[in-house]
């Protein structure tokens, strides 16, 4: 018995450094999987509008008013009077288009109408008032260059010379004036001399809307208060007039101006016929 004892004793012995050097069990190994990225979504407010400039066209928009910004003085008399028209870049044709896409929405697709440049200088600037030349009216410049369009209609935005209430004298377009008065008064106005168009996309015949036109304006008129958007704080009167194209102010206010009056007018226009 003591000899099988010391036997074992001594086998244990020379195991247990084999024990010692053999590597620890492992767990079995698994195979990892790459991360997969999902990609970025787009949030709506990242998501650009769709422009519709193929397919059918049901509205042509034509914006015409340019880029000229009048800066006017109506003297107590005839002598205190003073005219000059700036050239500006505000892009108000650009908003014009936006403005009317925006009202429009998905209901009525429409499209701009390219021009090239001078296509409307017959139509401001007439050989003659007296005996208009039809080759210088809307219907004709729309035909010329919206032959090929194919739209259904087209939508013209121009500018117009209207008359300052209370005066014989008129306000051409887009601009500033300053009445006699307007040191006293501490202020200026603005003012935008807009009007809509619509044209037969077929005969490009001007097709009537109710006189929308004059309907908004009458509206306009029984304001008991003058527009706020109108009034212009002398210190921003551009004198001289070159310095308007350079005034923040000025294009801020105005681009404003033009897109309330352009929404203002554009419901009955956007109406299917």
Excluded at 55 to 65: M, Q, S
Excluded at 166 to 186: C, E, H, M, P, V
Aim: proline share 9%; hydrophobic share 45%.
């Amino acid at each position: 018995m003591v000899r099988l004892s010391i036997v074992a004793i001594v086998l244990s012995c020379l195991a247990a450094p084999i024990w010692a050097q053999s590597p620890p069990a492992q767990a079995p190994s698994r195979a990892v999987k790459p991360a997969v990225k999902k990609p970025a979504s787009r949030t709506k407010a990242a998501i650009e509008p769709v422009v519709i400039d193929h397919g059918p066209c049901r509205l042509g928009v034509i914006p015409a008013v340019g880029d000229s910004f009048v800066v006017q003085k109506i003297g107590l008399t005839v002598f205190g009077n003073e005219y000059a028209e700036v050239a500006t870049n505000w892009g108000l044709d650009d908003l014009i288009f936006a403005r009317v896409r925006a009202a429009a929405g998905q209901a009525l697709p429409v499209r701009r109408i390219a021009y090239p440049p001078g296509a409307f200088e017959h139509y401001y600037h007439p050989a003659s008032r007296l005996l208009p030349d039809p080759r210088e009216g809307l219907p004709a410049i729309v035909s010329g260059i919206a032959a090929n369009a194919g739209c259904e209609r087209y939508l013209v935005i121009t500018r117009f010379s209207g008359q300052l209430p209370g005066t014989n004298q008129r306000l051409d377009g887009i601009g500033a004036f300053k009445q006699g008065l307007g040191s006293i008064l501490g202020h200026s106005h603005l003012f935008a001399n807009i009007a809509l168009t619509s044209l037969d996309g077929q005969t490009f015949a001007t097709q009537p809307h109710n006189g929308a036109d004059i309907v908004a304006r009458f509206q306009e008129s029984l304001r008991l208060t003058e527009d706020p958007m109108k009034i212009l704080d002398n210190e921003y009167f551009p004198e001289p007039p070159s310095i308007a194209a350079a005034s923040a102010v000025l294009r801020d206010r105005t681009r404003a101006l033009v897109s309330a009056t352009v929404d203002r007018l554009l419901p009955p226009y956007l109406k299917a016929e």
